[in-house]
């Protein structure tokens, strides 16, 4: 188990890796007692899906990929949409921190080799996510720069480009296999790192190094735990 070799660039996708993501915690706050208990689950569920539909399609601002599918999910299940409730959850993303161990796994590993974010964030919220990460980052890589979210296949294409650099010459790390070490694999990029947060199935055929605990991953570059 290990990472062998000194790579260009270690990246990462951020927002459920590195990020706690918790629009379902936003989506339940901002909704309130208009969401009944007993479609919760499903309306929670219905947004995921529809966000995932959303960002596969034209570009647009994140902004309208949460309006989008909030929207839709309502339709669905039969819940009054409004345009402020999705103003509402959107502004609550740039005040999300990190997981436990994230910013202290970062700091070591930046020590050794450069740190790159590519998210599905807007450009505004993704420098604010990323200072709220505390660690060094050479370049952060939004959504709005790209103009294509993630796993369009040229959202790593936009990457090698901005980096300068071969598939070869990276490390991509990622909590999602559907978003990023699926696109990732097809582009050749053959060092990944899973990290099983629990909220996607090991797809372990993508042929990466699976980790439950982020302070295992500077371990696998050779360095001690944090």
């Not at 070799?5 to 990246?11: C, D, E, H």
């Not at 995932?52 to 669905?76: M, N, W």
Request: proline letters at 7%.
């Amino acid at each position: 188990m290990g990472i062998d070799i000194k790579p260009k660039f270690v990246t990462f996708d951020m927002n459920g890796t590195l990020i706690q993501f918790r629009i379902n915690d936003a989506i339940r706050q901002v909704l309130g007692d208009r969401l009944p208990a007993e479609i919760a689950a499903d309306f929670l569920q219905a947004c995921k899906a529809y966000r995932i539909d959303e960002c596969t399609g034209d570009y647009k601002p994140f902004h309208q990929i949460v309006g989008r599918s909030l929207e839709r999910a309502s339709g669905r299940l039969g819940l009054e949409y409004r345009e402020s409730d999705a103003r509402a959850i959107y502004d609550c993303i740039p005040t999300w921190g990190p997981y436990p161990g994230v910013t202290e796994a970062l700091n070591r590993l930046a020590e050794e080799v450069p740190l790159v974010i590519i998210t599905n964030s807007d450009t505004a919220h993704a420098v604010r996510l990323a200072a709220n990460l505390q660690a060094p980052f050479e370049v952060v890589i939004s959504a709005e720069q790209m103009g294509v979210y993630k796993p369009r296949l040229s959202a790593f294409e936009y990457m090698f480009d901005e980096l300068g650099a071969a598939p070869d010459e990276i490390v991509h790390v990622s909590a999602s296999p559907m978003y990023d070490l699926r696109p990732a694999a097809v582009m050749g990029i053959e060092h990944k790192v899973y990290v099983d947060r629990g909220f996607e199935a090991d797809e372990h055929w993508l042929g990466y190094e699976r980790i439950t605990d982020i302070a295992d991953l500077p371990a696998l570059f050779g360095l001690p735990r944090p």
